[in-house]
């Protein structure tokens, strides 16, 4: 059974740091999928932050977070990491992982089937 276990939101300063993890089971990081990172804020939809290939290790970035997250993976882990830096009160949202069974990198919503319960982040001072 695949799962997915978001951890490491809470509560921030603007300016400040956080690190999310996607804990996977049920499958390992090194077959072919991508998996993503998104957001959703009070009142909005979902939409893609970032994304790591399982086949290239490629990535993708939203343009609002490009240079200040970075998205990582240890396959011997099974865990997906989102290193969040330079946060914005505009980054507060329920963060999710999900996976796609695809090949390429894509922040796009709809192929990713698999998702995890989420984790707050709030950026306030």
């Known amino acids: 059974q695949l799962q997915f276990v978001e951890s490491g939101g809470g509560l921030v300063q603007p300016g400040g740091s956080l ?29 893609g932050v970032s994304c790591i290939s399982s086949s290239d290790g490629s990535t993708k970035y939203a343009d609002s977070v ?11 882990k099974n865990t997906v990491y989102l290193q969040m830096n330079g946060l914005k009160p505009e980054d507060t ?3 999710y992982c999900a996976m796609a069974e695809v090949r390429s990198a894509t922040l796009i919503i709809d192929p990713y089937e698999y998702w995890g319960q989420g984790t707050q982040v709030t950026v306030s001072s």
């Open 66 to 76: 490009k240079g200040r997250f970075t998205i990582y993976r240890d396959n011997a």
């Open 19 to 47: 690190r999310l993890s996607c804990a996977t089971s049920g499958f390992t990081l090194d077959r072919y999928a991508t998996i993503g990172w998104f957001r959703q804020a009070p009142g909005k939809g979902r939409e």
């Open 93 to 95: 949202a329920i963060y």
